[in-house]
């Protein structure tokens, strides 16, 4: 995500050109800011758009696994993921603050401070999971419809975050849209190829398994008095 809506005026002179009015929402960034934004993009792109999704991938695979080891395995996989992302997270909404102008006007930066809010509420959430009971089904209520809400939004939230940039900078964002998309759509796909892949297995298990009923063939005239005898194929 790019927190853009503007940043202080060491780094950038906004261009005013009379003859180009509307280029004046159009910003000329020096290159140490230009890097700082792309870092900041980067650093949330990681968190919400690549490392949380592939989390929640692996918790779900891990709920299918009939082996303690592999379950086990997923489950760390899933929270060392997750704990990346709000690492990853936590340095790019410190960028944000300390070296962007967050004037809190447009949607991207707006849905990205409540996103930083609800990240950590998850943390919470994670660290504090009770055991197995009464409060478990709550607590599992809670913490995927959090999950499953930021990873939506964080997903919103880069594409806005691309066209602010486009919006403040004019450069071109259309292969960074066309790219995410594509690794968006994988994910989502492996999500549900995953969900159905033990039915599309039982199928086949169900399918080798059965048994042909047997063709009843013309019978023969030398059969017939067996056939009006009550045998039957």
Aim: net charge positive; hydrophobic share 45%.
């Amino acid at each position: 995500m790019f927190s853009l809506v503007g940043s202080s005026q060491e780094h950038h002179q906004i261009t005013s050109s009379p003859s180009k009015t509307k280029d004046s929402n159009h910003i000329k960034m020096s290159p140490g800011l230009q890097f700082q934004i792309t870092l900041h993009g980067f650093l949330l792109w990681a968190s919400m758009g690549f490392l949380m999704p592939v989390g929640i991938l692996a918790i779900r695979l891990s709920n299918r696994e009939e082996s303690p080891k592999r379950h086990r395995v997923l489950f760390y996989v899933h929270s060392i993921l997750q704990m990346i992302a709000v690492l990853l997270a936590t340095a790019g909404a410190i960028m944000s603050i300390k070296n962007f102008n967050n004037l809190f006007n447009n949607s991207h930066q707006r849905l990205g401070v409540a996103l930083y809010g609800v990240i950590w509420l998850q943390v919470l959430l994670g660290i504090f999971r009770p055991q197995r009971g009464s409060k478990r089904s709550v607590w599992f209520f809670a913490h995927w419809i959090l999950g499953t809400a930021v990873t939506f939004l964080g997903v919103l939230n880069v594409y806005l975050g691309l066209g602010a940039y486009h919006q403040k900078t004019s450069k071109g964002i259309k292969i960074w849209n066309i790219l995410f998309t594509v690794q968006v759509s994988l994910i989502v796909f492996f999500y549900l190829f995953q969900e159905k892949w033990v039915y599309i297995q039982n199928q086949g298990v169900v399918l080798g398994k059965e048994i042909k009923a047997p063709i009843c063939q013309e019978s023969r005239p030398d059969e017939k008095e067996k056939v009006l005898k009550g045998d039957t194929c």
